[in-house]
């Protein structure tokens, strides 16, 4: 008992250390921690998910933001911390994972040291309810392995599955179809999928009555469920084929191993259920990057696939016949890798912190905890400027000037960077992304810009980084149908009569 509570000390350090050393960035950029944060913070403010706002996601990530903002203040930095314990949770659930499996505790807290590590980019992404659902997802799988096959692991894992999808639709149907084909292979198959579907079904029907009272329920399923086709048709990103390639190793050298291993199994009659688990939520995993095959979605893809190929490696390595004393020998390397690491990690993070707290109260740039960029500063790259600089207070002052003459919409990614501040909200237009607008969004919404009047219209400028995400055909209309008024800041201004 006193060596779980001293292990799960230790890899509760070494995770804090390790996450807090990594995630500590000070800008807020154009990017999806900043989209998350202007919406979770929109929602504190009382602006509804679907019927004031264009939320393509289920609503329990902003929710939960929303509360924390409630209780420790709404700002940049509270966010982060918020996200800094979806971290934390993650990689504890790992590390569960990793016990259940039976590997040893001081291989498990390495093997954590080491992800955290090739999963930087998901500990400096920021809050993101794909985060959210993949801790979720992680920690099913571990509930999973660890008691299969029995009723309250089923009720269990039906409660996990219906919070993963009200976190992350698509997530929760990936892990939905996982349980499934899990259960249809083992005993009782009708009675445990008939009791995952009955628990998943039963808060499901409550949720959408409190959609359904508060009047979302359509905007709800309009943003998250009929706007996907043209998300997912309009946003295929695809990152160096290289890259790809490189990390997609790992999932398909894992399954493949995993295979063979069972095939073996067979043969010499070994029943071995985690492989069977593994390989299937391995998969279901993998369909967690699409459409956007950037660095922070594969590597969010590939979590199961890497467990899954450590624990082959653990199982192989296990069958080696060694000398008590080797044993010592590499347990006692494993132990001091294990020091090493969180003095790297604690000396890093110490340092980081000291760093992110001078700057962030640093006299030019110093926000007022009320702010809700408190804690972090515009990134001066792709496309911002720091507040403070000409640019930024010239567009802040047009949109300022014109409040009580006329409209102004800034018709980019970038736009909540302004909004956010000054208290505004222009729905679809603050995140004008393709696939954001529900079903047959963008045209839909050219038809709102078409009965315009009186309205600024602010684009990017054309020769800058601009987003892919945007649409072409809207901002080629605001062009030809407005009068050009020249140019303030990085942006174009259109008036429409």
Not at 117 to 139: E, K, P, Q
Not at 345 to 361: D, G, L, M, P
Not at 434 to 443: A, C, Q, T
């Amino acid at each position: 008992m006193k060596k779980n509570i001293k292990s799960n000390i230790l890899v509760g350090i070494l995770i804090t250390l390790a996450i807090i050393g990594t995630s500590n960035f000070l800008y807020i950029g154009n990017n999806d921690e900043f989209w998350t944060f202007a919406n979770t913070y929109k929602l504190y403010n009382g602006i509804s998910l679907y019927n004031e706002n264009n939320v393509i996601h289920m609503p329990l990530f902003f929710w939960t933001g929303s509360l924390v903002f409630k209780i420790f203040g709404a700002n940049f930095l509270v966010y982060r911390i918020y996200h800094l314990v979806i971290m934390f949770i993650l990689y504890l659930a790992i590390y569960k994972l990793f016990i259940n499996l039976n590997i040893k505790k001081e291989i498990s807290i390495l093997m954590i040291a080491i992800l955290s590590i090739l999963f930087r980019s998901v500990n400096t992404a920021g809050g993101s309810y794909t985060t959210l659902a993949l801790a979720m997802f992680v920690l099913g799988v571990s509930n999973l392995i660890k008691a299969q096959n029995k009723n309250t692991n089923i009720i269990f894992q039906g409660i996990i599955a219906f919070l993963i999808f009200i976190t992350k639709q698509n997530v929760g149907v990936y892990y939905i179809l996982g349980l499934i084909i899990y259960l249809m292979s083992g005993k009782n198959r009708i009675k445990n999928i008939i009791t995952l579907i009955v628990t998943i079904t039963i808060p499901s029907c409550i949720f959408l009555g409190y959609e359904y009272y508060n009047n979302e329920l359509e905007n709800l399923i309009n943003y998250t469920f009929l706007g996907l086709g043209e998300f997912a048709e309009k946003n295929i990103i695809l990152d160096s084929t290289q890259y790809v390639q490189m990390l997609l190793a790992i999932p398909i050298s894992a399954i493949i191993s995993a295979i063979y291993q069972f095939r073996d199994n067979k043969k010499k009659n070994i029943k071995d259920e985690k492989f069977k688990i593994l390989v299937v939520f391995s998969i279901m995993n993998l369909f967690m990057a699409y459409p956007i095959f950037n660095k922070y979605h594969i590597l969010t893809s590939i979590v199961i696939s890497a467990v899954l190929l450590i624990y082959i490696l653990y199982v192989y390595i296990k069958k080696i016949k060694l000398e008590q004393e080797a044993k010592k020998i590499i347990l006692g390397t494993i132990n001091k890798l294990i020091v090493i690491f969180i003095i790297v990690f604690a000396i890093r993070s110490i340092y980081n912190v000291i760093v992110y707290n001078e700057f962030i109260n640093s006299a030019e740039i110093k926000y007022d905890r009320n702010h809700p960029f408190y804690g972090g500063v515009i990134y001066k790259g792709s496309g911002e400027v720091i507040e403070g600089e000409p640019e930024y207070d010239d567009v802040m002052n047009f949109i300022k000037e014109k409040e009580n003459e006329s409209d102004v919409i800034i018709f980019d990614t970038r736009a909540n960077l302004y909004m956010v501040p000054l208290g505004r909200n222009n729905q679809n237009y603050d995140l004008p992304m393709l696939g954001n607008w529900g079903k047959d969004g963008e045209n839909k919404l050219l038809g709102d810009v078409k009965s315009k009047t009186n309205t600024y219209f602010l684009l990017y400028d054309e020769t800058r980084n601009i987003s892919t995400q945007e649409s072409k055909k809207i901002k080629d209309y605001i062009k030809e149908n407005s009068r050009y008024d020249g140019k303030i800041g990085k942006y174009d201004i259109y008036y429409k009569y």
